[in-house]
């Protein structure tokens, strides 16, 4: 066997590992290994991760400050935002008529007495021109019995024909009456006697709905008010509440009612009375919430959940479901003690919601919990074990 293509091989293997040997110096530098991810490492307890800044793991999970709630006493229930009837109008004409002239727009602030349009109706005029003849008819029989009385005080007249005129007198009164009060009530009290029907504002208020257009024929018996007067402050919250949840609410118990309009808004209500029927259909009883608006966010027929609460001032941290892990009977949430410390904690449940918890014991406001991402700290804790 020749020599020449041994050393030939012997000296290209050489040279490979030469120049294999020069690029790990000039770029990795001598003796350097491959960098490794960081990962959790135990801390002070066999319940504590600890993650250097760098760890990637820490862009999985998100950070949360722990906030105290009142204590719910229920699920929240369905319910609707509803007029405060004892706040609230609907305005209907009371005689027929044709709308000449509109008044008042929908979202005015109105007075009480304020107009709110002009109707053109032959009823109107017929009770002024009643009044105007009973008013004449009155002056006429008084002026009758005051001669009818001078003349049986001089003896010219009979007696009889003196309570004659007397009795005319009593009818020409209780008609000019009649009359006064039917005009009375047509123009609410005002005593103005304009050429056509006014009709007024009985409360003061914000018009909420309007169904009157110019020229369009009215009566006192359509279905629908022509106007809604309410006053936006003060509302109701109207909740269906099932057969089965009737012991647990009273009148007087504080409620807290949400809307997906304003998130992060929790408005305070009462409940004012629960109603004696119970609906045979859907099984469900009526109750009746008083709630103030003084800004004015929520707005009639909104949605809503409305949470009763327990009695007292009592007040649990509230958590995420998404930062809650169930190992068996029990319940844990990740506690960060200080940046990538991270701590395994046990916790007791109060309510359990669709998707958040209130927790008894083991957790107090203002602690920082893992609300996304707590299994995979779980799982690294596992390893660790």
Request: proline share 8%; charged share 25%; net charge neutral.
């Amino acid at each position: 066997m020749s020599k020449r293509p041994f050393f030939v091989a012997v000296t290209a293997a050489v040279l490979i590992a030469a120049a294999y040997l020069f690029y790990r110096y000039v770029n990795i530098g001598p003796g350097a290994e491959k960098p490794q991810q960081p990962a959790g490492t135990r801390a002070e307890s066999s319940r504590e991760l600890r993650y250097p800044p760098a760890a990637p793991q820490l862009n999985y999970i998100k950070i949360q400050q722990v906030e105290s709630f009142p204590e719910p006493l229920l699920d929240p229930l369905n319910g609707r935002i509803a007029y405060d009837e004892n706040h609230t109008a609907r305005v209907s004409t009371p005689i027929a008529g044709r709308i000449v002239a509109i008044r008042a727009q929908p979202g005015d602030t109105v007075a009480a007495g304020q107009t709110l349009l002009e109707i053109d109706s032959p009823d109107y005029a017929q009770a002024l021109a009643d009044v105007n003849k009973a008013g004449a008819d009155l002056r006429q029989k008084q002026a009758t019995y005051r001669r009818a009385r001078e003349l049986l005080e001089a003896e010219v007249i009979a007696r009889k024909d003196y309570e004659a005129a007397q009795a005319d007198l009593a009818q020409a009164e209780a008609e000019h009456a009649r009359a006064v009060a039917r005009f009375d009530n047509l123009t609410q009290g005002k005593g103005l006697r304009d050429q056509r029907f006014m009709l007024r504002a009985p409360i003061a208020g914000i018009v909420s709905e309007r169904k009157a257009n110019p020229g369009a024929e009215v009566r006192p018996d359509a279905a629908d008010p022509l106007f809604v007067i309410t006053e936006p402050t003060h509302l109701w919250v109207i909740i269906d509440l099932p057969e089965r949840l009737l012991g647990a609410v009273h009148p007087g118990q504080r409620v807290v009612v949400e809307v997906d309009a304003y998130p992060n808004e929790r408005f305070a209500a009462k409940v004012a009375s629960i109603g004696e029927v119970l609906d045979p259909a859907t099984r469900r009883v009526q109750v009746r919430c008083v709630l103030d608006n003084p800004k004015r966010l929520l707005k009639p027929e909104m949605y809503a959940r409305v949470t009763p609460l327990a009695d007292g001032e009592g007040r649990l941290p509230r958590v995420p479901n998404s930062a809650l892990i169930t190992e068996g009977l029990y319940n844990f949430v990740f506690v960060e003690k200080e940046p990538g410390v991270f701590e395994k904690r046990r916790v007791t449940l109060g309510l359990q919601g669709r998707a958040e918890s209130y927790v008894k014991q083991g957790l107090k406001e203002g602690e920082r919990i893992v609300a996304v991402g707590p299994l995979l700290l779980n799982s690294e804790l596992a390893g660790l074990n």
